[in-house]
């Protein structure tokens, strides 16, 4: 009789998944169990210490260096996992400190008291007055970051559908449950929910076509059926690969934001409470582009002169859609939506030139995967920054995102205007802040592809996009409020945890700008995905 081998886990590999995962479940097992006034610290206790350790395992485990594919060959372990694991865990803690802010709001939380309570009712006003939290989120957020970073790891369909579910589902939770304009956190949170679950339709669907074309859910399997053209080489399965390629990429450019999948961006954006905002509009657009380059690149590389085009496409009206509609905006959060959507697109045209490294290559030349690798640092960095600010500027309604009420905040407030607008000048890609280096190093990527019309157009697009971000400026620090009236906009000053999400991002937006070597070296080092 034949032996049956144990299967390879791997576990010293998985262990950052496993223990943010394990901290979520956890911090579940808290809300039963500690008391509600000792909730809040436990669950910042256990979310930071999950984080600190799981960054710590990570970085251990990508010095010793190796690219390796376990878990029964489900999720691969290589240099572009550990960056993306590396950064989201970095974001995703920094993001947790603006959950945990009180000092804004009046020494609660930005997030309702009683979610389930219907706004305006009896039982919402009592939790209100009663000053409850909902302590909650920590574990939600937690399972959502578990799900990013299996995202980009997964070396299988199923895998990479199980984590979408995992980021998602906490994810359109924590848009409704927003304190303040409850309704509109709630419709924020079923338009999510109901694009999220047909764009997850749409993936599923798209594995099956690809199952039934190659045979495997493995990236290498069908990267091996599309090179030997075993059942690809008559008119059906060819359309079985091109259906169930165009159904992947729906479901992975939804989560993205790239057009014509980005209807929901400037509304869940807005409606979400901001520290939320913050975390999906970097952690996500990490996960999201990490796992769309390892399917495109691992599992339909061979397949290029199929998809190219149309990505080439959908990179060009991201682009110009985000930064046509940012122009016409009039609320801070939905403009730093489009701009996310913008930021999508200058991404993907890096991502569509599939430029990788090659024997012989010159020492030092930037890749598709490192210089996207180096601008989601950038706009990461630069996003999270923002939006603490934004949390900070209010009136008596809250949150203050209309942009009449940052007219003349430069000589009101002019260290938070200084701030804010280092942050738009790297999002428009000025020289000396991180977002130029970004945007440079995209453009060189694709035109290493030799997609130069893209570059060109994606040069154009550039310049039109900066004219909203200097139209913000411009308002803050040379326009006059309007004759006879009076703004009532003020700057809070934030607990540290808001202080340290706005320091670092200015860190890294002017030390990245100024001397980007190192993090360059680094995102060259991370290399290509494993096959």
């Given at each position: 009789m034949g032996t049956i081998a144990a299967p390879t886990i791997g576990y010293a590999l998985l262990l950052p998944f496993i223990v943010i995962f394990a901290a979520a479940c956890v911090g579940v097992l808290a809300e039963a169990v500690v008391p509600r006034d000792l909730r809040r610290s436990a669950q910042i206790l256990i979310a930071f210490l999950a984080v600190a350790v799981a960054l710590v395992v990570t970085l251990l485990n990508w010095s010793a260096g190796g690219d390796v594919v376990v878990g029964v060959a489900s999720v691969a372990v290589d240099g572009p996992t550990s960056f993306i694991w590396t950064i989201l865990l970095v974001f995703g803690a920094v993001s947790f400190g603006m959950f945990a802010e009180r000092k804004v709001t009046a020494g609660v939380s930005a997030f309702a008291p009683m979610a389930a309570a219907v706004p305006g009712t009896a039982d919402e006003r009592e939790a209100i007055e009663d000053r409850r939290e909902h302590t909650e989120v920590l574990p939600l957020a937690l399972f959502a970051l578990s799900g990013m970073m299996l995202f980009p790891a997964a070396n299988d369909l199923i895998t990479m559908f199980v984590a979408l579910e995992i980021l998602s589902l906490p994810l359109y939770l924590l848009c409704g449950l927003a304190r303040r304009r409850r309704l509109l956190s709630q419709e924020a949170a079923l338009k999510y929910f109901l694009l999220g679950a047909?764009?997850?339709?749409?993936?599923?669907?798209?594995?099956?076509?690809?199952?039934?074309?190659?045979?495997?859910?493995?990236?290498?399997?069908?990267?091996?059926?599309?090179?030997?053209?075993?059942?690809?080489?008559?008119?059906?399965?060819?359309?079985?690969?091109?259906?169930?390629?165009?159904?992947?990429?729906?479901?992975?450019?939804?989560?993205?934001?790239?057009?014509?999948?980005?209807?929901?961006?400037?509304?869940?954006?807005?409606?979400?409470?901001?520290?939320?905002?913050?975390?999906?509009?970097?952690?996500?657009?990490?996960?999201?582009?990490?796992?769309?380059?390892?399917?495109?690149?691992?599992?339909?590389?061979?397949?290029?002169?199929?998809?190219?085009?149309?990505?080439?496409?959908?990179?060009?009206?991201t682009m110009a859609v985000g930064s046509i509609l940012a122009i016409t905006q009039t609320d801070v959060k939905r403009m730093l939506a489009y701009s996310?959507?913008?930021?999508?697109?200058?991404?993907?045209?890096?991502?569509?030139?599939?430029?990788?490294?090659?024997?012989?290559?010159?020492?030092g030349s930037l890749t598709s995967v490192?210089?996207?690798?180096?601008?989601?640092?950038?706009?990461?960095?630069?996003?999270?920054?923002?939006?603490?600010?934004?949390?900070?500027?209010?009136?008596?309604?809250?949150?203050?995102?209309?942009?009449?009420?940052?007219?003349?905040?430069?000589?009101?407030?002019?260290?938070?205007?200084?701030?804010?607008?280092?942050?738009?000048?790297?999002?428009?890609?000025?020289?000396?802040?991180?977002?130029?280096?970004?945007?440079?190093?995209?453009?060189?990527?694709?035109w290493s592809g030799g997609l130069h019309w893209l570059v060109v157009v994606a040069v154009v697009i550039s310049v039109v996009a900066a004219f909203f971000y200097i139209r913000v400026i411009v308002m803050m620090f040379f326009t006059d409020p309007e004759v006879g009236t009076t703004s009532s906009t003020v700057v809070v000053r934030p607990g540290w945890t808001t202080l340290l999400a706005v320091g670092v991002g200015v860190a890294a937006t002017v030390v990245f700008g100024i001397y980007p070597g190192p993090l360059l070296t680094l995102a060259q080092q991370a290399g290509e995905f494993v096959r």
């Open positions: 047909l764009s997850s339709a749409f993936f599923l669907y798209g594995m099956a076509l690809l199952y039934g074309y190659s045979g495997s859910f493995l990236l290498s399997g069908i990267d091996d059926a599309i090179r030997n053209g075993v059942t690809g080489a008559g008119p059906q399965g060819t359309g079985l690969l091109l259906a169930g390629m165009g159904l992947i990429a729906v479901g992975l450019l939804f989560k993205f934001g790239a057009v014509p999948f980005h209807s929901w961006t400037p509304d869940v954006y807005t409606g979400a409470p901001t520290p939320v905002t913050a975390f999906m509009a970097s952690c996500t657009k990490i996960a999201a582009i990490g796992a769309l380059m390892r399917v495109f690149y691992v599992g339909l590389g061979a397949d290029r002169w199929d998809w190219q085009p149309l990505m080439a496409v959908v990179a060009v009206a996310s959507i913008a930021h999508a697109g200058f991404i993907l045209t890096a991502f569509v030139g599939a430029s990788q490294a090659v024997t012989g290559a010159r020492e490192s210089s996207v690798m180096f601008y989601l640092v950038a706009y990461g960095a630069a996003t999270i920054g923002a939006f603490a600010l934004v949390t900070m500027v209010r009136d008596s309604t809250g949150e203050a995102t209309q942009l009449t009420s940052w007219v003349g905040l430069g000589r009101r407030s002019p260290l938070a205007a200084v701030v804010f607008s280092v942050f738009l000048l790297s999002f428009a890609g000025i020289p000396l802040t991180s977002g130029f280096i970004g945007k440079w190093s995209v453009f060189a990527a694709a």
